[in-house]
C-alpha cells in the first residue's frame, strides 16, 4: 500500500524557525492582513510595493523555508493573475501600443504591473503562511477566529481527502500508462478516443469519491456525529504574539497610510 | 458478574436500493466478552452485518446490544458502546491529524476537555502510537493507520468492538503486532475477516455468513475441521493447520 504520494499539494516545510513557533492565529490574521493591505495599495505605488516586499521577504528568510521553495510555490499561481491582462485595453489613458484594433494604454499597463506585483506579493504571503504551519492549526486558528465553522471542516475534508483522492488518480493514471502499449509504432489512439478514457478516469473518480463519501459519514455517526460541528477549545495567544500582532498590523496601517498620502 | 447478551440478533432482514437482500433472516447472539469471528465469502454480508450494530443501516427484524434494542432514543449512548472498525482506515480516519480523529468520539460524546486528551493519550498508547498526534492521517503507514483507527474507537471506550478486516492490506509485522494487539483487548469482539490464521489464533468462537445467512455457527476448531462445509462456503482451513507428510513411511 506504501509506494508514491501526491505530496505535490502539501505545502508544510517542518523547520524550528521563530515565525513556525509563533501562534496560527497570529500568523493568520498577519498573512490576511497584508494581503489586505496589498490589494488595497493604490496602481503605481512603488515605494509601498517595495516596503511590503522587504516585510514578506523578512518573513521569508526568518521562517527558513527557502527563497526558492517560496518563488517556485508562488510561480505555480501566478498565472492566473493574468485573467487581469484585460484591463491594459480597458483603462483609459494614452495610447502606447495597438494590437489588432485596441490600444494599450499607459494607465492600464501600469494598472496591469500593479496588479501583478499585487498578486504575487499576496501569493508570496500565502505560500509561506502554509509553509510553517500545519493545516491542522490552521484550521484551529479559522475557527477560533470565528470563521464559520461548515467552512472550516469543509476545508478540513478537503485537505484530508484531496491526498486520498490524488493518491487514486495516481493509481487509475499508472494503470493506464501500464496499458499503454506501443506495438507498431503508431500507439496512442485518436485525441477522441484518449479524451474518452481520460472522461471515463473521471467518471470512475468521481463514483468512486461519492462511494467513499458515504463510508466517511457511516464512521462520523458511527462515532456519534449529530450535525453539530465541536472542537476543543483554544488556548488564549500570549501576550508577546499579540504585542507582534498589533505591531505587525501597525506596519501595515503605515505603509498604507504612506502610499496614499505620497501618491 | 452475571453473564449478558452484548449482541443479539434476531432474524434481521436488509434489502439494498436495487432490492437485492444482503441479509436474509440472520439471527445471532454473542455473550458480553465472547470473542467472535466472522466470516464468508465476498458479499455474505459481513460488512452490512456490522452496519447494523449501531443502527448505521435498519433492516427488519431486532438488533439488541447490550440489552438494548435499536433504534431508538438511545442510538447515541449505543453509539458510544459500539466500536466499529471500518475496512478502509482512509474511511475511518477523517480528521486532518491523528488527535482530530481519536477525540472525535470523546468530543461528541460530551466528554470535557481533559477528559478529551486524557482518552486520547490513552487509546494512542493502546495501539502503540505515542507520541502520534499531531502527525497527519495521509502521513501514516497502513499499519498506523489501521492502528491509528482503533485507536479513534477504542477512545470512546466501548463494550464491543465491531472490526471489518482488521488484517487486510498489512504486511506480517505489522499484521502480527495487530493481532498480538486484539488478543489481550478485553472488549467484546466480533470481527468480520477472510484472515483463517487470524481466526485459528484468537478467536474460539466462529460465524459462517454466506448470501446473507448464518449457515453455520461454533467452536472454531470444529468448523474448521469440517472441510465440506469451508469448501461449501469459499474458506481455506489455515495453512499449515496440519503438518503435510513427507514420502513414504
Same mark, same amino acid.
Given at each position: ?9 502539501? &505545502? ?101 504591473? $500593479? ?40 476545508? &478540513? ?22 496499458? $499503454? ?5 503508431? &500507439? ?22 461519492? @462511494? ?52 | ?67 438494548? @434494542? ?39 460524546? &460530551? ?45 470512546? @471506550? ?52 454466506? @448470501? ?38
Amino acid at each position: 500500500m506504501a509506494g508514491e504520494h501526491l505530496h505535490a499539494l502539501d &505545502g508544510y516545510r517542518a523547520r524550528t524557525s521563530p515565525v513556525h513557533h509563533l501562534d496560527a492565529r497570529v500568523k493568520l490574521v498577519l498573512a490576511l492582513l497584508f494581503i489586505l493591505s496589498a490589494v488595497l495599495t493604490p496602481t503605481g505605488a512603488w515605494p509601498a510595493y517595495i516596503l511590503l516586499t522587504a516585510l514578506v521577504w523578512s518573513a521569508i528568510i526568518l521562517s527558513q523555508v527557502g527563497m526558492g521553495f517560496v518563488q517556485r510555490r508562488t510561480a505555480v499561481v501566478m498565472p492566473f493573475a493574468l485573467a487581469a491582462v484585460t484591463v491594459i485595453f480597458t483603462t483609459p489613458g494614452r495610447p502606447v501600443l495597438t494590437v489588432w484594433k485596441f490600444d494599450i494604454t499607459d494607465h492600464g499597463l501600469l494598472r496591469l504591473i $500593479s496588479i501583478l506585483l499585487k498578486s504575487w506579493l499576496s501569493i508570496q504571503a500565502a505560500v509561506l503562511l502554509t509553509a510553517c504551519t500545519p493545516f491542522p492549526a490552521l484550521l484551529q486558528a479559522m475557527s477560533a477566529l470565528r470563521i464559520p465553522r461548515v467552512l472550516v471542516v469543509i476545508l &478540513g475534508f478537503t485537505y484530508r481527502y484531496i491526498f486520498v483522492i490524488g493518491d487514486e488518480a495516481l493509481r487509475l493514471i499508472r494503470g493506464r500508462a501500464a496499458r $499503454s502499449g506501443d506495438l507498431n509504432g503508431k &500507439g496512442g489512439g485518436t485525441l477522441l478516443w484518449r479524451a474518452r478514457v481520460t472522461g471515463n478516469m473521471a467518471g470512475s473518480l468521481f463514483l468512486r469519491s461519492i @462511494e467513499r463519501s458515504e463510508r466517511v459519514y457511516a464512521a462520523m455517526l458511527a462515532r456519534g456525529y449529530d450535525g453539530q460541528i465541536r472542537t476543543l477549545n483554544h488556548p488564549t495567544v500570549r501576550p508577546s504574539e499579540l504585542v507582534l500582532m498589533l505591531a505587525g498590523s501597525l506596519l501595515l496601517v503605515l505603509i498604507q497610510l504612506l502610499a496614499r498620502l505620497r501618491w | 458478574m452475571v453473564a449478558m447478551k452484548a449482541i443479539e440478533i434476531t432474524d434481521l432482514y436488509y434489502a439494498y436500493h436495487n432490492g437485492r437482500y444482503a441479509l436474509r433472516g440472520v439471527t445471532l447472539s454473542i455473550m458480553a466478552g465472547e470473542k467472535v469471528a466472522l466470516v464468508g465469502p465476498n458479499g455474505a454480508g459481513k460488512s452490512t452485518l456490522l452496519l447494523h450494530l449501531n443502527g448505521i443501516l435498519r433492516g427488519r427484524g431486532t438488533v439488541r446490544i447490550l440489552g438494548e @434494542e435499536i433504534p431508538g432514543h438511545n442510538l447515541p449512548r449505543i453509539r458510544a458502546q459500539v466500536g466499529l472498525v471500518f475496512q478502509d482506515p482512509d474511511d475511518q480516519l477523517f480528521s486532518p491529524s491523528v488527535f482530530d480523529d481519536v477525540a472525535f468520539g470523546p468530543l461528541y460524546a &460530551g466528554l470535557p476537555e481533559h477528559e478529551v486528551r486524557r482518552r486520547v493519550a490513552w487509546a494512542l498508547a493502546q495501539v502503540g502510537l505515542e507520541g502520534y498526534s499531531e502527525r497527519l492521517s495521509h502521513h501514516l503507514s497502513q499499519g498506523e493507520k489501521k492502528r491509528a483507527a482503533i485507536a479513534s474507537v477504542l477512545s470512546m @471506550e466501548p463494550a464491543i468492538l465491531a472490526l471489518d478486516e482488521p488484517t487486510s492490506g498489512l504486511d506480517p509485522r505489522a499484521r502480527r503486532r495487530l493481532i498480538e494487539f486484539l488478543r489481550q483487548l478485553p472488549q467484546t469482539i466480533l470481527c468480520a475477516t477472510h484472515d483463517m490464521h487470524l481466526v485459528a489464533e484468537i478467536f474460539p468462537r466462529m460465524v459462517i455468513l454466506d @448470501e446473507g445467512l448464518v449457515v453455520a455457527d461454533g467452536p472454531t476448531q470444529e468448523l474448521l475441521d469440517n472441510t465440506s462445509l469451508l469448501e461449501a462456503h469459499g474458506l481455506e482451513r489455515p495453512w499449515p493447520y496440519k503438518p503435510q507428510e513427507h514420502g513414504t513411511p
